[in-house]
């Protein structure tokens, strides 16, 4: 697995979402999608929980497109919600975020990228 989609993700769930490229975003992406990359939530720092919310709702969004195996999207859904059950996070309340980032208990989401992915996410798409 090359370390710029390692790279890509650790940057995306360490910042802010309103700061995340779409390079990053696509990167990891990609990897998820096309490459087996499988996100390490036990490498996260366990005192930023931000960064562990960050990282469950990246993982969790970009597996809800129909670009993984149904056996590799269960096992990975399973580390997604064992992150999710351990971490408890509470709902957020603010206005114009997506629901499943809200449930995450996160302020800020990616929605403002999904359009930019439309053209990786076709069994056409030449990796």
Not at 51 to 59: E, K, M, N, T
Request: aromatic share 10%.
């Amino acid at each position: 697995m090359p370390t710029d989609v390692h790279t890509a993700f650790e940057r995306l769930v360490t910042h802010d979402f309103d700061q995340a490229s779409l390079e990053d975003v696509k990167t990891v992406a990609l990897g998820l999608w096309y490459q087996d990359f499988i996100p390490d939530f036990t490498q996260l720092p366990v005192t930023n929980l931000q960064s562990q919310l960050r990282a469950g709702y990246l993982v969790d969004r970009l597996l809800r497109y129909n670009c993984v195996s149904d056996e590799r999207k269960k096992a990975l859904f399973a580390n997604v919600t064992a992150l999710k059950i351990h971490l408890k996070p509470a709902a957020s309340t603010k206005p114009n975020v997506e629901l499943l980032a809200k449930n995450w208990g996160l302020d800020q989401d990616l929605k403002r990228l999904a359009k930019e992915l439309l053209p990786y996410q076709t069994r056409h798409y030449q990796r």
